[in-house]
């Protein structure tokens, strides 16, 4: 399948490259996003957590097909997730300082299924399409910088994160 919208990575901090590519045919869910505005809200993320550069991130939305071999082959799961994150070079902590100077560090890749996002949304009191993949998209950068949700204390810590930087956003917006 050929992608719908590719933005090319665009520098929006000379030291963060960010790339975003649209290829979900957006069945099941609002056709096309606003990827100028997923860009704004990944640097705002970014910014959030006091991220540094030179880094690099790919965010990729994808059908339900797409993410329901993604979730078999990396998660062992049944049918299409909400969002995936696939690290790179801070797999195994979370990055407790900036980014150091040199190469671009590879933060990672984040994979995002807008139909499974458009159901929860509808399943959710209070939340938009449009929140819901915010909420993804930070969720998902969280990942990226080892956060998990695996215990309760880190379940915890992981929400007021995800509120904290969506609560920035929002007033910011």
Do not use: K
Not at 88 to 113: F, K, N
Not at 143 to 169: V, Y
């Amino acid at each position: 399948m050929v992608p719908r919208f590719v933005v090319e990575p665009v520098s929006l901090a000379p030291d963060i490259e960010i790339a975003v590519v649209d290829s979900c045919e957006h069945s099941g869910a609002p056709a096309g996003l606003d990827l100028d505005r997923v860009h704004a809200l990944l640097r705002h993320t970014l910014d959030a957590l006091a991220i540094a550069g030179p880094a690099e991130l790919h965010v990729e939305f994808v059908d339900e097909a797409t993410m329901t071999e993604l979730n078999a082959t990396h998660m062992g799961g049944d049918g299409p997730t909400d969002v995936l994150s696939f690290p790179l070079d801070y797999a195994d902590h979370a990055r407790p300082e900036p980014v150091p100077t040199g190469p671009p560090s590879m933060l990672g890749d984040i994979v995002v299924c807008p139909p499974v996002a458009h159901r929860q949304a509808a399943e959710t009191d209070g939340r938009t399409y449009a929140s819901e993949v915010d909420l993804l998209l930070v969720h998902g950068v969280l990942h990226l910088l080892g956060h998990d949700h695996a215990e309760p204390g880190e379940t915890e810590l992981m929400q007021d994160h995800e509120r904290r930087i969506l609560r920035g956003w929002s007033e910011r917006s």
